[in-house]
């Protein structure tokens, strides 16, 4: 069967006697683009209809890279398979309603694009580096963003994605320095979003993510320095390393309802501003350096669930006053967790934790106490507690302890290991701290002066804090989800307990 193909050209004439084409409307078959221009390729406006297929794709991609515009919303596009022909990356089979990979790689002029109604996959590097592509729509039959898809399209805007959207590909939309908004909301098919694939995104703002995604891949927004809002839904998921690494404006992040089991390496190195975080109380362990040198962090609530703190997870947290573990199973504290957290004034670790890396608590010179609740000293490894002056320190252990702790190489070192009045006071709160529910009104009371009280939900959201410098403190519930809180309390002599209390509505 013969091509049919109508062209409908429209000159500008530049100077004379030259003259250069510079849009064209033309009606073709699949394979028939090249007959239809006749190899004048001058054009910076296409607009197709009819049929195309990878070897159209393949000859704009080879003869008319000056393109500002291309206009397929006409056309549809066909499958293409002839094992003897390779195009656009040594490929042979091309399937159909699919943009073919790097159809448009380097067009640096291309600045709008029309996209098939029944398009349902942008294919690897298909605009990447379209460094002027300002209006794409994607049709909502996309289901598919290819690998560095759109990679360093630097003028393209807070793409509009379609609910029908699975995936999103490794560095689809890395250095898109425009973005200003990601929202998935209404992407309810959306399991998963590739590795850095927003990564640098600078003019990033804020992200709106929907309950459908199950994985976000390593470096998902790292380096995205303007961020600052981050809505997860209720979700089962997964992420990799350093998914929000060096997000430098990000103030809060709330995980609580992710049913996260592990939180990566790196998941929030480098962000500067990061004061409030909320765990979900499915974490099992912190991975190495997951909140490295969040230097804004000023006090955070572990799950109860939480076996492992892993190398670096709070190194450089300058400004961490307190940390509370929940006794129930922290066991492994890593190398290096809190080096150099200058703000601790004191660290009480669980009767759980059987091994402690080394230089965990390396610069921590601020620390007046440590409190130990294990009855046999934990597994030191080297240095734990170097550059922090121990000989001034204070160690508290249970009175039927001390002469271990007293003998065991560095936890002697310590300039003054507790009388028994000391340690009753530390490791037994609730002999002077008493709480009582009336409704939902909270009451609580202490034998000494409450310089700052908190309560958290199991997850580690924080719900309450208050500064009441009293022996007596007033907290309405009522607005609180859940019946099972934690509460920390630090009294005026810098001493901390953490108690797990019940509000029982009668």
């Given amino acids: ?67 500002v515009s291309i206009d397929l919303s006409q056309c549809e596009i066909t499958g293409y398979d002839n094992r003897e022909e390779q195009y656009l990356g040594y490929r042979s089979h091309f399937e159909a309603n699919e943009i073919p990979p790097a159809a448009f790689f380097g067009f640096a002029s291309l ?32 289901e598919t963003i290819g690998d560095y898809a759109f990679n360093s399209c630097s003028a393209l805007d807070s793409p509009a994605f379609p609910a029908n959207l ?66 997860l839904q209720p979700c089962t998921l997964q992420m990799g390393d350093a998914v929000f690494a060096q997000c430098r404006s990000l103030q809060q992040i709330d995980l609580s309802q992710t049913w996260l089991q592990t939180l990566p390496a790196w998941s929030f190195s480098g962000c500067r501003a990061l004061t409030t975080v ?32 892993s190398d670096f997870a709070f190194a450089g947290c300058n400004a961490l006053a307190s940390i509370t573990f929940m006794e ?52 030191l490894g080297e240095l734990v507690f170097a550059n922090m002056n121990v000989e001034e320190k204070s160690l508290y252990v249970r009175e039927e302890s001390i002469a271990i702790y007293s003998s065991t190489p560095q936890w002697q070192d310590f300039g003054y290991i507790n009388k028994p009045s000391a340690e009753e006071k530390i490791t037994a709160p609730e002999k002077y701290i008493k709480t009582s529910f009336e409704h939902y009104l909270l009451r609580v009371s202490s034998t000494d002066i409450m310089d700052e009280v908190r309560l958290y939900d199991t997850a580690g959201l924080l719900l309450e804090q208050s500064s009441p410098r009293d022996t007596e403190v007033t907290i309405n519930t009522r607005n609180f989800p859940g019946n099972i809180y934690i509460l920390h309390i630090t009294t005026a002599d810098k001493r901390q307990a953490a108690i797990k209390i019940a509000r029982i509505i009668r």
Avoid at 115 to 139: R, S
Avoid at 191 to 213: K, P, W
Wanted: charged letters at 15%; one cysteine or more.
């Fill in 1 to 67: 069967m013969k091509n049919l193909f109508v062209i409908t050209t429209a000159l500008l004439l530049i100077g004379c006697p030259n003259t250069m084409a510079q849009s064209i409307s033309v009606e073709i078959t699949s394979g028939g683009l090249e007959k239809a221009l006749g190899g004048d390729n001058n054009y910076t406006s296409l607009a197709i209809r009819g049929s195309i297929d990878v070897r159209d794709f393949a000859y704009i991609n080879q003869h008319i890279d000056g393109l």
């Fill in 111 to 142: 600045e709008s694009v029309k996209l098939p109604e029944n398009v349902t996959a942008i294919n690897d590097g298909a605009f990447a580096g379209c460094t002027k592509l300002q209006n794409i729509t994607l049709p909502a039959s996309i």
């Fill in 278 to 309: 909320a765990f979900p109380s499915s974490l099992t362990s912190i991975e190495e350096g997951a909140f490295y040198y969040c230097e804004a962090l000023t006090a955070t609530s572990l799950p109860a669930g939480i076996t492992t703190l």
């Fill in 328 to 379: 129930e199973g922290l066991e492994q504290i890593g190398r290096y967790t809190f080096y150099h957290n200058a703000a601790a004034d004191s660290v009480a670790i669980p009767a759980t934790v059987a091994y402690i890396g080394d230089h965990a608590f390396d610069g921590c010179i601020n620390a007046r106490s440590f409190l130990s609740l294990r009855d046999m000293p934990a597994e």
């Fill in 166 to 231: 699975k995936t999103i590909g490794d560095y689809a939309y890395d250095k898109c320095s425009a973005i200003k908004l990601l929202d998935f909301t209404n992407c309810t098919r959306l399991q998963e979003i590739g590795a850095r694939a927003f990564s640098l995104d600078t003019c990033l703002n804020t992200i709106q993510l929907s309950s459908s995604i199950t994985y976000i891949g390593d470096g998902a927004w790292a380096g995205c320095y303007n961020l600052q809002k981050v809505n």
